[in-house]
């Protein structure tokens, strides 16, 4: 597998999380009560809980995305 090759996979790796992220936080942002609601059903959590796990968690997994998809997208693009 060639430098671009796994280029090209982590820049798409990097796009399809960014839209489930992007999907995550319309939910969080848009219906609020609606996600509290199916939380809650699933997991009898509080809704404060809730909402800390959600933003924590888009917090989470933007680290993630930048960390371990988008820095080495950048670093190959440096060396190659």
């Known amino acids: 597998m060639s430098i671009v090759q796994v ?4 820049l798409w790796c990097v796009i399809i999380n960014a839209g489930f ?7 969080v942002l848009m219906w ?4 509290n609601h199916l939380v ?3 997991f009898r959590v509080p ?4 909402d800390a796990i ?8 933007k ?7 988008l820095t ?3 670093a190959l693009r440096i060396v190659g």
């Open 40 to 42: 809650r059903k699933l």
């Open 21 to 27: 992220l992007a999907v995550w936080l319309i939910l």
């Open 54 to 61: 959600n933003y924590a968690g888009i917090v989470l997994y």
């Open 7 to 10: 280029r090209d996979a982590l």
């Open 63 to 69: 680290m993630g995305i930048i960390l371990f998809f």
């Open 72 to 74: 080495p997208y950048v």
């Open 47 to 50: 809704t404060e809980q809730v």
């Open 32 to 35: 609020p009560e609606w996600l």
